[in-house]
């Protein structure tokens, strides 16, 4: 039988996710907590962290790390009412040390709190009608779903079943209540997690689901991606797709990039089942040795998915029908007014990086703050790190545009498509495992590349552009037409050629190289997409049509596309 890993240890013997966090968070004299109480600490939704170009300095003046903690609030489907903003705003300001951040999981994160504010953070959420609870950790995370809800009655549907997956498939300890809000201690045996177990899942499991033709919140990347159909106006069912995933290692050929393959249809009274048992079934079968090896995409290419799949319906008791005709036209956000079926408008702005902060002319904090004080609709976050202000009445389009264009939040109008396609994750100086720079980096790399799509005429065109510090994929790179993965302060890995619609991963173009190396390559690259392009011809399509891609690696699990 395979040696546990230590941290499966440490999860069986938390006593459902206690451990000794409250021990932890009482010790005045470290701003830290114990090595394992971390590793629990996620599933509550927050990592410790430091500012690692501080380490070096603060360890000559004899001090530990500068420790904070980030903290990630779980948001199904990304929606946010102006009320909650508004809280969410007061703790960036309060406790926070860089604003608020959307992430491409479509929720927020705040950086740099200290380990004393925690708790009075975490239970101000949980007023706030949110939580944070399965943020992070071997569990379900954040579900995430289409969120322009301009197809307004599947979009309806569909977010009420991201926001009841959310809700029926976490967990249920009640170690939440009693380390945050203050609720009744246990005593005696923990009670039980009828779907998790008590050591959980072998790793993070994700669920995305998108309405087609949008594939906005790239489904292909997700444990289990859910394709709404609607047939009618109305939502018939779900195309399941299982076995996405884009963490992998460098150095390591073992661990790769996956997109999900899809397998089935099922009805909507059906969806809830079968979401519980894919989970059930990584949950048993999962790797629990090697946690490089135990996402669900390992255990389909280990197992087989069609042994997968009969184990699936086994379980069910009924088999999955045929897949559903469906076809994605569309990745990224669309930016600037939409208007819904129901007559409500829609503003996608564009956050560089997700960032929400106040910086010279472009004051998007306070001006975010402005809007939450008057809008009368919600809120919806992008897995492309943007914001929706949704469900406005013709009648308030004025005053809301009249706040965006007065705090600099109006840049989508001007910008080029790259840098509206971009996106980065935070990387240094507080990630663990980031090796170069990504946020901080893509300001500088974004000029330079303009300048270059300039010169020959680009400057229209919607490449998408995701930059990463590590190889672990939170800004999915792999799903990039052009994506840098950290390798080294300032050397990346330079890929090229995934599609337009998030359909076709990318493949390794250059290893290791610097800068100067990534533009040299990417120059006369450029050249050939302006002169060589078709009409309508994404950039990643042509370097695989014109033979550029001819030599690198293969995509693993290609999803075919199943048309009407």
């Not at 005053?399 to 007065?406: E, F, G, K, L, N």
Request: aromatic fraction near 6%.
């Amino acid at each position: 039988m395979p040696t546990l890993s230590e941290l499966e240890h440490i999860k069986a013997a938390s006593r459902q996710l206690r451990g000794s966090i409250a021990e932890g968070l009482a010790d005045a004299v470290t701003g830290a907590i114990g090595a394992a109480d971390t590793k629990l600490l996620k599933f509550h939704g927050s990592y410790q962290q430091d500012d690692r170009e501080l380490r070096e300095e603060r360890r000559r003046q004899k001090l530990e790390p500068l420790y904070a903690f980030m903290l990630r609030a779980r948001l199904p489907g990304g929606v946010v009412t102006p009320a909650q903003w508004r809280v969410f705003d007061r703790l960036a300001s309060e406790y926070a040390s860089s604003g608020l951040r959307i992430t491409t999981r479509q929720t927020f994160q705040w950086h740099g709190i200290l380990k004393r504010d925690l708790k009075a953070t975490i239970a101000a959420i949980h007023h706030a009608m949110a939580s944070t609870i399965a943020a992070c950790g071997d569990v379900l995370r954040n579900v995430v779903s289409t969120p322009l809800p301009v197809q307004s009655a599947a979009h309806a549907e569909a977010y009420a079943w991201a926001a009841k997956l959310s809700e029926e498939l976490a967990p249920r300890t009640t170690a939440y209540h009693e380390l945050w809000l203050d609720g009744e201690k246990l005593a005696g045996e923990p009670e039980p997690e009828p779907l998790y177990g008590k050591a959980y899942l072998p790793r993070k499991f994700k669920i995305g689901l998108a309405i087609p033709p949008l594939n906005d919140i790239d489904v292909f990347a997700q444990d289990l991606g859910l394709i709404a159909i609607a047939e009618d106006g109305r939502l018939a069912g779900f195309n399941l797709a299982i076995g996405g995933g884009m963490g992998a290692t460098h150095g390591d050929p073992a661990t790769y990039p996956r997109l999900a393959e899809v397998i089935g249809f099922v009805t909507p009274d059906q969806l809830r089942d079968a979401a519980g048992q894919i989970i059930a079934i990584q949950r048993d079968w999962g790797d629990r040795s090697e946690r490089k090896h135990a996402r669900l995409k390992y255990t389909l290419d280990d197992r087989g998915t069609d042994v997968f799949k009969a184990e699936l319906e086994r379980r069910l008791g009924f088999a999955l029908q045929p897949v559903r005709p469906y076809r994605f036209d569309h990745n990224g956000d669309r930016y600037g007014w939409l208007q819904g079926e129901d007559g409500r408008w829609h503003l996608t702005l564009h956050i560089e990086s997700g960032r929400l902060q106040d910086r010279g002319e472009q004051r998007l904090l306070s001006g975010m703050r402005e809007l939450a004080g008057v809008h009368t609709g919600d809120f919806r976050l992008t897995c492309n790190q943007n914001v929706i202000i949704a469900n406005v009445e013709a009648g308030d389009r004025a005053r809301i545009d009249a706040i965006v264009a007065a705090h600099g939040m109006d840049g989508y109008r001007r910008q080029s498509a790259i840098r509206r396609h971009a996106i980065a994750c935070v990387a240094l100086p507080t990630c663990g495992l980031a090796m170069a720079e990504s946020e901080r980096y893509l300001p500088t790399l974004l000029e330079k590349l303009e300048a270059r799509l300039d010169r020959h005429g680009l400057c229209d065109a919607p490449i998408l552009l995701r930059l990463s510090g590590c190889p672990n994929g939170c800004s999915r790179p792999y799903l990039g037409e052009i994506a840098l993965v950290g390798r080294a302060p300032g050397r990346y890995d330079l890929r090229l050629g995934a599609d337009a619609v998030g359909q076709r991963l990318n493949r390794l173009y250059r290893e290791n190289v610097d800068e100067a190396a990534i533009l040299d390559a990417l120059e006369p690259l450029f050249a050939r997409y302006a002169a060589e392009r078709t009409a309508g011809e994404g950039f990643g399509d042509f370097l695989l049509r014109c033979g550029v891609l001819a030599g690198g690696s293969p995509a693993r699990h290609i999803p075919t596309e199943v048309s009407a």
